[in-house]
């Protein structure tokens, strides 16, 4: 099952969108929220793995609330207004419901989160010591060794792979897949449109790290956390 809280703060929206949720087997509602405030304390005590959410809320709309999540569950937007998908996409969301939807397109929708589910299942299942990764690449499908990966730049809908070789490999993917494919022991998210090997890391200096190549790389203000978590395993001295 799926756990999902769904976020509106129109009453009826809700109630719609909560019972729709009810009526899908692989989904389990967890908590109908009002607010993002609201959702904000739900997710503090429950494991949630899919939020349905308003972008149009206030004092804390859609977008900026999956923005300050550090470690962010599959999302799917609901909006009145088109324009908002593609800022939807920006942040990683998995799809997007146009006001007013039936359960036709919300079912279409839920079957996204589930596909999505289940390989985000079966990449946790795969051992952390996997050396490759296959891309495709214009009309190619290449290799890429995961050792030689320096760093990946999100280029709106497109991701550039930054290898030891010297020419970027673009390729049409999500930062969230590749976030999720590849070994956690070795890879950090570091900024919403960056992936860092941390193995190339040379330099930690003034909100930003030097990889390899002297390359800068901006540390994000909502990934600082979990970064200085990772330097305070191997650091050593006071910091």
């Given at each position: 099952m799926i756990r999902c809280i769904a976020i509106d703060d129109e009453p009826l929206a809700l109630t719609q969108?909560?019972?729709?949720?009810?009526?899908?087997?692989?989904?389990?509602?967890?908590e109908s929220c009002s607010s993002a405030f609201e959702a904000i304390n739900v997710i503090s005590r429950e494991e949630i793995d899919l939020?349905?959410?308003d972008i149009n809320m206030p004092d804390l709309n859609g977008l900026d609330f999956v923005r300050s999540l550090i470690h962010k569950p599959l999302i799917i937007f609901i909006t009145a207004?088109?324009?908002?998908?593609?800022?939807?996409f920006k942040v990683d969301a998995l799809d997007y419901l146009l006001?007013?939807?039936?359960?036709?397109?919300?079912?279409?929708?839920?079957?996204?989160?589930?596909?999505?589910?289940e390989l985000l299942l079966s990449s946790h299942n795969q051992p952390d010591d996997k050396k490759h990764l296959f891309i495709k690449t214009e009309y190619r499908i290449v290799r890429i060794e995961i050792d030689s990966i320096i760093y990946i730049e999100s280029m709106s809908e497109y991701v550039r792979i930054h290898t030891i070789q010297s020419k970027p490999i673009m390729s049409l993917l999500s930062m969230k897949i590749l976030e999720e494919r590849l070994p956690k022991s070795k890879f950090m998210r570091i900024h919403r449109s960056y992936i860092v090997n941390l193995q190339k890391i040379v330099e930690v200096s003034k909100g930003r790290v030097i990889m390899e190549g002297q390359i800068y790389i901006p540390i994000g203000e909502q990934y600082k956390e979990s970064f200085n978590h990772y330097l305070g395993?191997?650091?050593?001295g006071k910091y």
């Open positions: 969108l909560a019972g729709y949720i009810l009526k899908v087997p692989f989904l389990k509602l967890v939020i349905f959410v207004y088109s324009e908002y998908a593609i800022e939807g006001k007013p939807f039936g359960y036709s397109d919300f079912f279409k929708s839920a079957n996204k989160a589930k596909q999505q589910y395993k191997s650091f050593l």
